[in-house]
Structures are given as structure tokens and as C-alpha cells.
């Protein structure tokens, strides 16, 4: 009797034991592959530039990172991303794909917490693939803030990278390239997606300054050739997606936002009859087209979530009929009503968005003219006015409805006035026509 009531005890205690062994959580698995004939709904969000809150005590140097940097909202990022997260949990698009600059400066913290943030989307069956951005790996950069001093803290190389991303993408892809964190995720029968690591950060595993330019290694093109040939064997269309942009998006914000070997992707991908690349990285929302082997291709750069309007893009799929996509601006202040927040910012968050934008702009524009040392008469508020108005319309694919109204104002006026000192030429590559809608497009899908 004794003895069966110590066996008992012990079992008991080593199954306690057992249950309190730290252990690593199951993988979440790869959905199966979508039969054949499924419309299905993709989103891609970019640059979303999400910082830890636990590595932020507000203050000073805070304040000066985002109240006077380049539009990107990073004292609500926090809510942001949590709202990105609701919307999808609701929507269940087939998949979310994040292209890059997941973090302000690829602190090891924000890279953590935003991948445990994601984890309800494959939790909840939806799988969320990222890629990095140039922020994202051993940036000298990452950083903290405490009141009125930053101070340095950990980034990520690329190992813990795809460590920290195991089931957002790099845990279950189909296919990883050697020599960058690229890799192949099928999604149907139909449909394939191929993510591409672009960035140029240090191979040797040190820190460094964030390089904007980007390019496809030799042995990433190989791998990619592979890939598309592999599809096309399966019958599948590919839409491959970049931090880098594969076209040019402005007359300005070419060098170090195209991708420096875009020409070489291009030609891989017009052999494989590739349509579609999503990209991000400029920040600005824009659509661009180009004829590669007979057919229209289409660089669908979306704009920084972390920027107004705070939008990412929707993908309609109906395979062997068309590829439709729009911009979708985050429902911020439904989000806050439903969540019974009391901050009057986030619950008239558009207005607050728009305004916090056209501040930074307007003040910045007026630092460079102040700068540029112009004539007496040139009146710098009125000047500071054109970028204010222009910037958030730019950035979130709308310029084109001000276009008209700008080259009437006095404020534009005053710039043709100044041409000759001031800085001009951003402003008129904003006006610029652009040929196709920055916000949405239909592709067929029938040739
Ligand atoms: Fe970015």
C-alpha cells in the first residue's frame, strides 16, 4: 500500500516536472495547398517601422525621433500594428505579406515583440510572411530611449532573423535561398509567392549604417530562376515580392529605391512570365507598369503603413481572369472606439494623422528654405505651405486630385518665382502625371 502511494507521489511529481520543463512550442504548420480554381485575398503591408514600447521612456529624445523625422507616426506604432493585426484577424485574407522594414532601426526587442505580435495570424490559420527591409539587420543604428538620452541596444543578424520569423514565414517556406533570407511559399495550386531578401547588409556579421540601395546577389538570382521554372513545371503564376522597388516610382527617388540589378531580376522574371512584384521602401504609394516579353508588368509599391494614410494594400485573385488591388486605409478610430480607448488622437486618428504629417512637412520645408538663403521677398511660410499640402497627398497615392489647385496657388507661385535657389524639383516630381492610378489597379489575367 505504501509503496503504491509513494510510486503514485513519485509519477506525480515527475509528470509536474515534465509539465514545467521548458520546451520549444510546436511550429505552426503550413496550411495545405488551395485547390485549383480558389479566388483567394491577399494583403501586403510595408515598412512598418514598429518599435518596442518596452525600450521607450517618453522624453525628449523620443520626441525628437519622431516629431521630427520623416513622417513616420512611431509614438502610435504600437496601436498601429495592433490594429493591423485585428483587421486581419477579421478579414482572413489567404495570406499577409510584409515587405520589409519591419522595425524603426532593427532593434532586437521590436523584432521580438512585433513577431509575437503576428504570431495570432498564423495561430488563427493565416499565414504572415515577412522579409527584411534595409532597417531591419545589424543596424548601427537600433537604439533606445530614455527621457532625454538614446542609448545603443541589440539588433539581429540574419540567423536570428529567421529565428525570430520561424512562423512568419521562414519555419515552413518551401524553398530557402543559401545566401539570403529569400524563400518560396506556395499558396495554391494556382499560385505561388516568392519573397526576396534585397538588402546589402554586412555578410561578415557586423553592424552598420543602413545602406538604402539594394541588389539581388548572383546566387539569389540562380535560386530564383529555379523557383520560376519550378512553378511554371507545377503550373502555377508567380507574384514575387521586394523591399525594393523593380521600377521607377518618381523622376527623384530613383538611385538607392530601385533595386541596383533590377535589370537582371526583370529579365528572370519576364522568362518566367512574371506579372507582379510587390515592393515598399520609397514610402510613397504608387503604381508603376512596364512591357517585359509582350506583356504589362506592374511594381506595386505600397505605402508605409507608419505614414498617413496608414495603408496597406488588398489583392483580389481569380486565377486565369485578373489581379485587382487597392490601398486600404487602417479603420484606426473604430479600432479605438471598440477598444473603449479614451486618447482623442487615436479616436479621430485620420484628422490626427493628416495633421501630424502636414506639420512635419511644413516645418521642414521651411528649415531647408530658411537654409537656402533666399531672396527678402521670398515669403517662407507661404512656400512651406505647397510641401505641406503636397506631402500627404503624395505619399498616400493622391497628389493627382490637387495637381490643378497647386499650380494655381500663390504658394507654388512663390516657388516658380524662386526656382533658381530653391529646392524645386521634389516638389514638381510630386505634380508629376503619372500614368496609371497610384492607388489601384485591375490586371487580367487572360493572355
Ligand atoms: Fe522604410
Redesign the pocket.
Known amino acids: 500500500m505504501r509503496t503504491t502511494r509513494l510510486f503514485a507521489a513519485a509519477l506525480a511529481l515527475s509528470l509536474a516536472l515534465a509539465a514545467c520543463a521548458p520546451r520549444e512550442p510546436a511550429p505552426v504548420p503550413r496550411p495545405d495547398l488551395l485547390p485549383q480554381g480558389t479566388a483567394l485575398e491577399l494583403v501586403v503591408a ?2 512598418l ?1 514598429f518599435l518596442d514600447p518596452a525600450i521607450v521612456r517618453e522624453g525628449d529624445a523620443f520626441t525628437a525621433a519622431y516629431a521630427y523625422g520623416d513622417g ?1 507616426q512611431i509614438n502610435y506604432i504600437s496601436q498601429l500594428v495592433d490594429v493591423f493585426v485585428a483587421e486581419m484577424l477579421e478579414r482572413r485574407p489567404a495570406a499577409v505579406l510584409l515587405t ?2 519591419l522595425t524603426l532601426n532593427g532593434e532586437r526587442m521590436s523584432h521580438l515583440e512585433l513577431a509575437r505580435r503576428l504570431a495570432a495570424l498564423p495561430q488563427a490559420g493565416i499565414p504572415a510572411l515577412v522579409i527584411p ?3 531591419d539587420i545589424l543596424n548601427a543604428f537600433a537604439s533606445g530611449y530614455n527621457r532625454d538620452k538614446m542609448y545603443d541596444v541589440r539588433s539581429v543578424d540574419p540567423e536570428e532573423f529567421a529565428e525570430i520569423y520561424a512562423d512568419l514565414g521562414y519555419g515552413q517556406a518551401a524553398s530557402r535561398d543559401t545566401a539570403s533570407l529569400s524563400y518560396t511559399w506556395p499558396l495554391s495550386d494556382d499560385l505561388w509567392l516568392i519573397l526576396l531578401d534585397t538588402n546589402l547588409y554586412e555578410r561578415d556579421g557586423s553592424r552598420s549604417i543602413p545602406q538604402n540601395a539594394g541588389a539581388l546577389p548572383k546566387e539569389t538570382l540562380a535560386w530564383l530562376e529555379g523557383q520560376l521554372a519550378e512553378a511554371e513545371s507545377q503550373g502555377a503564376e508567380v507574384i514575387t515580392a521586394t ?1 525594393h522597388n523593380l521600377l521607377n516610382h518618381s523622376s527623384r527617388l530613383r538611385e538607392g529605391y530601385t533595386l541596383d540589378n533590377a535589370d537582371e531580376m526583370l529579365a528572370v522574371l519576364e522568362k518566367h512570365g512574371v506579372r507582379v512584384n510587390l515592393s ?2 520609397v ?1 510613397i504609394q504608387d503604381i508603376a507598369g512596364e512591357k517585359l516579353g509582350g506583356r504589362e508588368f506592374y511594381d506595386i509599391a505600397t505605402s ?1 503603413y ?1 505614414v498617413y494614410t496608414n495603408q496597406y494594400g488588398v489583392l483580389e485573385y481569380q486565377p486565369g481572369a485578373e489581379l485587382r488591388y487597392h490601398a486600404q486605409e487602417a479603420d484606426v478610430e473604430g479600432w479605438a472606439r471598440r477598444a473603449g480607448v479614451q486618447d482623442p488622437d487615436l479616436l479621430a486618428f485620420e484628422d490626427y494623422s493628416y495633421r501630424f504629417f502636414y506639420d512635419i512637412s511644413k516645418e521642414r520645408s521651411y528649415v531647408s528654405l530658411v537654409m537656402a538663403q533666399l531672396n527678402k521677398d521670398a515669403d517662407l511660410e507661404l512656400m512651406s505651405q505647397t510641401m505641406a499640402i503636397l506631402n500627404p497627398a503624395y505619399f498616400s497615392g493622391c497628389a493627382g486630385q490637387l495637381r490643378e489647385e497647386v499650380r494655381q496657388s500663390d504658394h507654388y507661385a512663390m516657388w516658380r518665382k524662386h526656382s533658381g535657389f530653391a529646392p524645386i524639383g521634389y516638389i514638381n516630381s510630386m505634380l508629376e502625371e503619372r500614368e496609371l492610378d497610384p492607388r489601384q489597379i485591375t490586371i487580367p489575367l487572360t493572355d
Open positions: 510595408t515598412d517601422h513616420k520589409g522594414d527591409g534595409n532597417h523591399h515598399g521602401h514610402h508605409s507608419a
